[in-house]
């Protein structure tokens, strides 16, 4: 069984960093792209970055760049994401889905970034 | 960025009833391999979304046939053809050909 498990959430000031990771079990993480999906209190769903299998390629959306780094480690069967520079508009649940195309998600993570 | 667009926004469907959903996206899907990556998504309250279609109309193992994707290049339609409680929940439509992918603003069914 597919399982993706998020940990490393909380609250956070504004200006600060978390890194989040994502436990995956059930399949062999090596074969899969994988992503990082966010969803603010009561919004809708953002694509937030995507990694190849190998690392090789990652990218992000524009209103993450240079402040979020998503990275993997095969060996270790765990995705991450690097959340440095925080801002208010960063608060939301933030889901592990494998694939690029979010074929399975996980149970989500709350970062809630507030003085 | 490709602008996702979904109506109608909230969809009240009796119970035994047909629903459906459509999604218009700003620019055509079709990617390079000649696949289109639209893909469909439930979101039961208080859970993860869960993929019920991927590729316009290709159901995800354990999804019910009820559910089916239909469309082409910007115009995109998800069916369900006789709606059950369990049903009920946010849809959202996403296009995986153009980055950053983009999900529509969410179709929230309910049930009269």
């Known amino acids: 069984e597919v399982q993706l498990v998020e940990s490393g959430g909380g609250l956070v000031q504004p200006g600060g960093s978390l890194r989040l990771s994502c436990a995956a079990s059930g399949f062999t993480l090596s074969n899969f792209w994988m992503s990082w999906v966010r969803q603010a209190p009561g919004k809708g769903l953002e694509c937030v970055a995507t990694?190849?299998?190998?690392?090789?390629?990652?990218y992000y959306v524009d209103s993450v760049k240079g402040r979020f780094s998503i990275s993997r480690d095969n060996a270790k069967n765990s995705l991450y994401l690097q959340m440095n520079s925080l801002r208010a508009d960063d608060t939301a649940m933030y889901y592990c889905?494998?694939?690029?195309?979010?074929?399975?998600w996980g149970q989500g993570n709350m970062v809630t970034v507030s003085s | 960025d490709v602008v996702m667009t979904q109506s109608p926004l909230s969809l009240p469907v009796t119970l035994g009833q047909p629903a459906s959903i459509s999604c218009r996206s700003s620019?055509?899907?079709?990617?390079?391999?000649?696949?289109?990556?639209l893909n469909w998504f439930q979101q039961r309250p208080g859970q993860s979304p869960r993929r019920l279609i991927f590729k316009v109309s290709s159901r995800d193992s354990g999804v019910p046939d009820r559910f089916s994707g239909s469309g082409s290049g910007t115009d995109f339609t998800l069916k369900i053809s006789m709606v059950e409680a369990e049903d009920v929940g946010v849809y959202y439509c996403m296009q995986g050909s153009h980055w950053p992918y983009t999900f529509g603003q969410g179709t929230k069914l309910e049930t009269k």
């Open positions: 990694i190849k299998q190998d690392g090789s390629e990652k």
């Open positions: 889905a494998r694939g690029n195309h979010l074929g399975y």
């Open positions: 620019q055509s899907l079709v990617y390079s391999d000649g696949n289109t990556y």
